[in-house]
């Protein structure tokens, strides 16, 4: 079982309001990824980070900001919620394996996400 | 542009009915593709990871397969507790013949099989 944990599960906000996803993992993983995924739609890269101080905006622009002070952290925040936010917001993490001798990339590992809903 | 498509959107099956999804991929130099599964509400669970163009994976009822342009996740006598969505991504060839960081993901195919 991947150790990357998501809090809150569930957020219901108000219009206006700051608010911060977590998202921590375990595994040592140098890169992690936020990405957003309305009900039945594809998953769509907002943010990710290769390491500690390195962020990079992702391929579905955001009003949300991240930061990587450490590496088992990665925190997403909303300034000022809106409810075009409401949303599934997913955090994953992928590290470095050995395949035949050769570093590779593993697999990414998922949390079970934040459903947020702005009211 | 790196692109990931998936076929169909939907797929119904009787349970035993044996099918086929498929990823095709358009990437700058494949890295690795990954096949992960998708209960509703839940985040992706990891089914298998295919480096390299006939590269084979097998695990219970399903097995990944993976050709120069596409993957098929073949799924055999298939159950209802098989229903879920599953969804292709893939790892492109970076700068300096390494990596991206970028996961790419395709919409997915969302699986039912009746009893």
């Known amino acids: 079982e991947a150790d990357i944990y998501q809090t809150p599960r569930y957020l219901v906000i108000g219009t206006g309001k700051k608010i911060t996803l977590e998202c921590s993992q375990t595994m040592g993983h140098d890169k992690m990824y936020w990405y957003q995924q309305d009900p039945g739609m594809e998953l769509h890269l907002i943010h990710y980070s290769y390491g500690v101080n390195s962020t990079e905006k992702g391929d579905l622009s955001s009003e949300s900001t991240v930061s990587r002070i450490r590496t088992e952290h990665f925190p997403l925040t909303l300034e000022s919620a809106r409810p075009s936010h409401t949303s599934q917001y997913l955090c994953a993490s992928m590290g470095l394996g050995d395949r035949e001798g050769l570093l590779m990339n593993t697999e990414a590992f998922f949390g079970q996400g934040t459903r947020l809903t702005v009211v | 542009e790196d692109q990931v498509t998936q076929s169909p959107e939907a797929l119904r099956l009787q349970e035993g009915e044996s099918s086929s999804l498929n990823c095709s991929y358009t990437?700058?130099?494949?890295?690795?593709l990954f096949w992960y599964r998708q209960d509703p509400g839940k985040g992706p669970e990891f089914l298998f990871t295919l480096y390299s163009a006939g590269e084979e994976k097998e695990k219970e009822r399903l097995k990944a397969t993976l050709t120069k342009k596409e993957s098929f996740l073949h799924i055999t006598a298939p159950k209802p507790e098989d229903s879920a969505t599953y969804l292709c991504a893939v790892q492109a060839l970076g700068g300096y013949g390494g990596a991206t960081n970028k996961l790419i993901f395709g919409t997915g195919t969302l699986l039912a099989v009746q009893p």
């Open positions: 990437v700058s130099g494949l890295r690795g």
